[in-house]
C-alpha cells in the first residue's frame, strides 16, 4: 500500500546546495515525487506548519529560520514513506542523535539547522500535503 509525505528541504539545504542530494536520497531509497516546489513560506504558513510547537523556546526562532528564504517543498510517495524518509533523515538533533548515513548525520552541524523537515504521522502527512499543495 502507497502512502504520501510532505519534505521540505529547509532555507539551510537550499542556500547550501543540498536540494538534488535530498532528491536524489529520496528517489534512491526508492521514493517516487508526486509534487515538488520552490517556495518562500508566508509566516502564516509557517505558524500552521509548525503549529504542535507553539508555546515551545524554539518557536519563535525556527519561524523565523523557515521564512528567510526559499525552500523545496515536494510530496514524496510510495510503501511506507512516512517512515522511509525519516529514516533518510535521520533523528531531529544531527549531532547528538547522529545517524551516520542520513541526511541530517552527514550534513547537519545544528539542530535548527537539520535541513530537512518530513511529516511524522499519517495524521500530520494529510494535514502538511493539504497545506503546502492545497490542489494536490
Ligand atoms: P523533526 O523535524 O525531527 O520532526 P521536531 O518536530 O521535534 O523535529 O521539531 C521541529 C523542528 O524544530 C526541528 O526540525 C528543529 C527545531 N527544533 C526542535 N527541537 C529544537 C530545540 N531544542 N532547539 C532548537 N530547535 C529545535
Ligand atoms: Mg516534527
Known sequence: M???TLV???PDG???G???EVISRIERKGLTLAALE???VERAVAEQHYAEHDGRPFFESLLEFITSGPVVALVAEGPRAISAFRQVAGGTDPVDKAVPGSIRGDFGLEVQYNLVHGSDSPESAEREIKLW???L
Request: positive net charge; glycine residues 6%; aromatic residues 6%.
Open 133 to 135: 499543495f492545497p490542489n
Open 38 to 40: 520552490l517556495k518562500t
Open 18 to 20: 543540498l536540494v538534488g
Open 2 to 4: 502507497s502512502e504520501r
Open 14 to 16: 537550499v542556500s547550501r
Open 8 to 10: 521540505l528541504v529547509k
